[in-house]
């Protein structure tokens, strides 16, 4: 998870001072994820069914947000993780079968209205 990197420069006495980055960052992994199992949770209700390509263009920004995220990672551009060339590279997956599933959805359209 997230640690939080500490600087003991221009702090009074020598105290560390936790680097807003990591507190920028949880928040925003964490919303994400949530924002994901609430499309994921729409998909596969009646309401997704009828919104496929809405939901394969959310799925392709997702995707590529995904990428853009593992790459940060991978870079060591985010706060120090435990294992960043991992989640990195998980991310990169992640965002790649995202990208797969938002074509394929775009593709596919909307079920007619009688459902499966």
Same mark, same amino acid.
């Given at each position: 998870?997230?640690?939080?990197?500490?600087?003991?420069?221009?702090?009074?006495?020598?105290?560390? /001072?936790?680097?807003? %980055?990591?507190? @920028?960052?949880?928040?925003?992994?964490?919303?994400?994820? %949530?924002?994901?199992?609430?499309? @994921?949770?729409?998909?596969?209700?009646?309401?997704?069914?009828?919104?496929?390509?809405?939901? @394969? /263009?959310?799925?392709?920004?997702?995707?590529?947000?995904?990428?853009?995220?593992?790459?940060?990672?991978?870079?060591?551009?985010?706060?120090?993780?435990?294992?960043?060339?991992?989640?990195?590279? +998980?991310? %990169?997956? /992640?965002?790649?079968?995202?990208?797969?599933?938002?074509?394929?959805?775009?593709?596919? %359209?909307?079920?007619?209205?009688? +459902?499966?």
């Amino acid at each position: 998870m997230l640690q939080m990197p500490s600087t003991s420069m221009g702090s009074p006495m020598g105290m560390e /001072v936790p680097s807003i %980055g990591a507190f @920028g960052w949880a928040p925003a992994l964490y919303g994400l994820g %949530g924002l994901l199992l609430v499309t @994921g949770i729409l998909g596969v209700t009646r309401i997704g069914m009828r919104q496929m390509r809405v939901l @394969g /263009v959310s799925m392709l920004i997702y995707g590529l947000l995904m990428l853009t995220l593992g790459a940060l990672m991978l870079a060591r551009l985010t706060p120090a993780m435990q294992e960043a060339t991992m989640l990195g590279i +998980g991310m %990169g997956i /992640v965002g790649v079968s995202m990208l797969a599933n938002g074509f394929l959805m775009m593709r596919h %359209g909307a079920l007619p209205r009688g +459902g499966m």
